[in-house]
C-alpha cells in the first residue's frame, strides 16, 4: 500500500503502539470471515475495542483517526468492498427475537402488530442504528485515504514527498504490479455492478 509508512503521530492518535497493534489483530481478521454476521461482528469488536482504550465517552473525532490507521496498516486488499458488502446485508444482522416473543412470534415472516415494542426488537434497531453509523464511520475512513495528501497529515510537505518518492522506488517488478492491478479493478467492478444490480 502506498502509504503504508504512516504512523500514529501523523494521524495525531494518542494511543500506545502496542495497544494499536494489538487492536489491528481482529480488524485483519475481516477478510477471512464468510458470513456478513460475521464480518459484522469482526469489524464492531475492533471498535469497541478502540473505544475501550481511547474512552467511551470520546467522539468520532478521536476513533475515525485509529480507523484510518487500522485500513492502512492491516493491508487488507479491497477494504472497500468488505464495506459494500456489510452495508448491503446489515440489515439482516439481526438475532432472532425471545421466545414467546409477541410481535413477531419468533419468526421474521409472522409479523403481528405489536401493542408495546418488546425488548428484543428495541435490541435489534438499537444494533442496526449503532452498525449503520460506525459503517458510515468505516466509509469515511476509506474516503479519507483515497484523499490523502501531506497538508491531511501530522507532516511537512517535504517529508511526505520524501515518504512517496521512497515508497514508489520501493515497488518492484512495475509490469507485474500494473498486471495484478488490473485484474484486482476488474474484479472489484464486477462486484460493484452485481451490489448495484441488487438494489
Known sequence: ML???IESEHLEIKLDTCILNNSLINFSKLPFYRTPTEKINCYMKHIKFCYKEIGIEKG?????PILIYSIIKSDIHNVYIEKLFMNY???KNFNRCQHNCTHLNNNFLNYVE?????DCLDECMNNYNETTYYLALLDTAISFIERIEFKSLNI???????FIDQK????KEP?????????????ISRIIKYFRKQK
Do not use: F
Request: aromatic letters at 10%; a negative charge.
Open 60 to 64: 468520532a473525532e478521536e476513533i475515525l
Open 175 to 187: 509490469n507485474k504490479i500494473i498486471e495484478i492491478s488490473s485484474k484486482e479493478d476488474n474484479k
Open 168 to 171: 514508489i522506488i520501493s515497488l
Open 156 to 162: 511537512s510537505r517535504e517529508e511526505y514527498n520524501a
Open 114 to 118: 405489536p401493542k408495546e415494542i418488546c
Open 3 to 5: 502509504y503504508s509508512w
Open 89 to 91: 446485508y446489515k440489515h
